[in-house]
């Protein structure tokens, strides 16, 4: 029987059927992983940084500057609003929902621009106050929405809100949650003694749970300064000089009001800036969260090469498939996720922190859409930092492996031994010359046995003290303060 020809070319068909539009699908189709198959672990973000959180903060802006210039009397005869009155504009914020998002889509349509349509939006809110309030100025207060303000003047505030809220409420408790767990497996195993591995060879034992302290106690370092990161803002006009202010009503001392507005939302002021708030804070922030991204990226790696290794063993999820073909497989997916993650993440949070920084002269649209890619940024950190969580709850120590990789290298027992010939020959004992060399000469590429070892000890003439120290030492208990030193993280 002829062989098939495998390289004839197979026959196209006479009428490909016509595909279905994914774009047109309803309900949407996600055009990104965070928004689709992630959305689940990236969702507590949404409330802070997607467009329609970005919108609700403008309100929530927007209200609080005209509450701000009422309570104050900055405008001559403008009327003081009632608790009631304030309270209705701010449950425009508190009720802030798809409704809303919906309809300030419909303004934006006819104004083609966004922060307008926040303002017509107020407004509308205004002249429907009588019919839940009864009696009420609201309504003639309307002008004072969006008084002396530049879009910017907003969206910097609101970005400030936005991104405070999400690393406040979401980013930091997911990431502490993190670094804790770790220092609690550096806890628990800080008296397990490991073959440390220094180019990928052999070294000076210590402890897993020394290692992991290293790494949880780099991470915490980073969250520290992440937690006392400044997010400023300002409210200063279209060139940042009051210029409408002061001729609109020259009789405010108009940086008192900026700056006493932006510390009552909780944010710092920046009493000098162009049309933008500078943004070099928001760079500040994302090159620390992009540094706590690639500390866990070390730790990923490092765990990935523990599993590879056997030093972890992962408990199989029932019902999982590790490869296609192979069904032994129990991939170390969580940890290669996260370190994808943490990549695209990174590459966001550095590109954010270098654009931010630069505006031509006092204004240039540049971080309008940068800070669109805000979410992103801590969307991809978020889900690698919950990646991270899920593998390290799933993983054993292999106790036994470790136990016998130390056992077969008794030759990182030469570095005590040299360094105890040195301090005998300080002391002034004989026959201690060139104990590096001696020790390089017997263990450099050789494997040895606790009898080669304990042989050469007994025959170097150290005092008897020594001597015994040194032959009771085994790979295993040498660790030196490997296993206190975890207590650190205590402090």
């Known amino acids: 029987m002829a062989s098939p020809d495998v390289t004839a070319p197979v026959a196209a068909p006479d009428a ?101 349509a926040v303002e017509y939006f107020l407004k509308k809110r205004l002249a429907d106050a009588p019919a839940v309030l009864g009696e009420t100025v609201l309504p003639d207060v309307s002008e004072l929405v969006h008084f002396a303000c530049t879009s910017e003047d907003i969206n910097n505030l609101s970005y400030a809100l936005m991104v405070r809220g999400a690393v406040q409420d979401v980013w930091l408790p997911a990431a502490s949650a ?85 510390e009552h939302l909780g944010l710092t002021w920046n009493p000098l800036t162009t049309q933008i708030e500078s943004h070099d804070w928001q760079a500040e922030l994302y090159a620390d969260v992009a540094r706590f991204n690639r500390v866990l990226h070390n730790l990923a790696t490092d765990v990935w090469t523990y599993i590879s290794r056997g030093v972890f063993i992962q408990v199989p999820v029932a019902g999982a498939t590790g490869s296609s073909t192979m069904p032994h497989k129990v991939n170390p997916i969580r940890f290669e996720n996260a370190e994808a993650n943490l ?82 020959s300080v002391a002034g004992v004989t026959g201690m010359e060139n104990p590096y060399e001696r020790l390089k000469e017997l263990t450099r590429g050789r494997r040895l046995t606790a009898e080669d070892m304990r042989v050469f000890i007994a025959g170097l003439g150290l005092p008897d003290d ?22 650190f993280l205590e402090r």
């Open 466 to 487: 020594v001597a015994a120290r040194l032959s009771a030492l085994t790979p295993g208990s040498y660790t030196g303060l490997a296993a206190e030193l975890v207590e």
């Open 343 to 424: 990549e695209l993440s990174c590459a966001l949070l550095d590109t954010l922190a270098a654009t931010l920084v630069t505006s031509r002269l006092q204004r240039d649209l540049t971080d309008s859409t940068t800070q669109r890619n805000i979410g992103p940024a801590f969307g991809h950190s978020l889900l690698a930092i919950d990646n991270v969580r899920r593998g390290l709850r799933a993983l054993n120590v292999d106790s036994a492996l470790l136990a016998r990789e130390l056992d077969e290298n008794w030759e990182v027992l030469g570095e005590p031994v040299q360094s105890a010939m040195r301090a005998a």
């Open 178 to 262: 993190l670094v804790d767990e770790v220092a609690a497996m550096a806890v628990e195993h800080a008296r397990v003694p490991l073959l440390a591995l220094t180019h990928g060879q052999p070294a000076t034992p210590t402890t897993l749970g020394k290692e992991l302290a290293v790494l949880a106690h780099r991470l915490r370092r980073q969250l520290r300064r992440i937690a006392s990161d400044e997010y400023l803002g300002k409210i200063n006009g279209a060139t940042g000089t009051y210029g409408a202010h002061v001729v609109a009503v020259p009789g405010a001392d108009w940086p008192v009001v900026s700056r006493t507005f932006v």
């Open 16 to 116: 490909a059927p016509a595909r279905v539009r994914l774009a047109e699908a309803t309900p949407p189709i996600a055009l990104g992983p965070l928004d689709g198959r992630y959305r689940a672990a990236v969702a507590p973000l949404v409330d802070h940084l997607s467009e329609a959180a970005l919108n609700r903060e403008r309100v929530h802006v927007e209200v609080e500057w005209l509450i701000h210039l009422t309570s104050h009397s900055v405008v001559p005869g403008a009327p003081t609003l009632s608790p009631a009155e304030q309270q209705y504009l701010r449950d425009v914020v508190a009720t802030f929902g798809p409704d809303e998002v919906a309809e300030l889509a419909e303004i934006e349509r006819v104004t083609v621009h966004d922060v307008k």
